[in-house]
């Protein structure tokens, strides 16, 4: 059974950075991405990125290309998403989600997600 | 970038009736090499994380009771609920992935 689980709710000042994992099980980690999409409250979902569990490789929405950096670490099937220079914007809950490697926006399972909240 | 809409906002829908939500693509996410439109379905309960019900338009996640259909391609899909469960109130969220994803706004499905 494919499980995903994300690393607990973070309280960031302006202007920090934060960074959230997402450890896989139940399926080859290296066989897959990692897909990371955002929620802020009472809005939709916004696709950020995706990485590669074998090779680290990515593909980044243009409006987090310079901001947010995706990795993976294959030893713990784990990957990583950090965010910098956070904005009161940046307020919402981030999921991880399964990808298939040849369609990169085709995401699922979701992790449980993790709510960072953004405030001075 | 495409922008996906979805009809209605919400929808309230008695038990055992059938349920019909629409999304339409700014432009076709439908691949011609291989005729597959490239949209999913998500389910999202409430204080949950969306769960993928459908992918391709149309196929069924493993799982996935069989009174959850999705048709459509191109432009215009649909996902149906044959017989309305009082376990289906959730918001329900299209998303293309032809090009840089994008998700439409969800439409929260109740019980009247």
């Known amino acids: 059974q494919v499980h995903l689980v994300q690393s607990g709710a973070e309280v960031k000042k302006p202007g920090a950075s934060v960074k959230v994992s997402c450890k896989a099980s139940?399926?080859?980690?290296?066989?897959?991405?990692i897909g990371w999409v955002r929620q802020v409250p009472g809005q939709g979902l916004e696709w950020m990125g995706w990485?590669?569990?074998?090779?680290?490789?990515?593909n980044y929405a243009p409006k987090f290309q310079d901001r947010v950096t995706l990795t993976t670490d294959t030893s713990t099937s784990t990957a990583y998403m950090e965010v910098r220079s956070l904005t009161s914007d940046d307020t919402a809950v981030y999921y991880c989600?399964?990808?298939?490697?040849?369609?990169?926006?085709?995401?699922?399972?979701w992790g449980q997600g993790t709510l960072v909240t953004v405030s001075s | 970038d495409i922008v996906m809409t979805q009809s209605p906002d919400s929808l309230a829908v008695s038990l055992g009736e059938r349920a019909t939500i629409n999304c339409k693509s700014s432009?076709?996410?439908?691949?011609?090499?291989?005729?597959?439109?490239?949209l999913a379905w998500h389910q999202q309960k409430p204080g949950q994380p969306p769960k993928l019900l459908i992918s391709?338009?149309?196929i069924r996640e493993s799982g996935v009771p069989d009174r959850f259909s999705g048709s459509g391609s191109g432009t215009d899909f649909t996902l149906t609920i044959s017989s309305l469960q009082a376990e289906d109130v959730a918001v329900y969220c299209c998303?293309?992935?032809?090009?840089?994803?994008?998700f439409g706004q969800g439409t929260k499905l109740e019980i009247k």
């Open positions: 989600a399964r990808s298939s490697l040849s369609q990169v926006g085709l995401v699922g399972p």
């Open positions: 139940g399926y080859t980690f290296t066989n897959y991405g």
């Open positions: 990485v590669t569990g074998y090779n680290g490789n990515t």
């Open positions: 432009q076709s996410v439908l691949y011609s090499s291989n005729n597959k439109s490239y």
């Open positions: 391709w338009a149309s």
């Open positions: 998303q293309q992935y032809y090009t840089t994803p994008s």
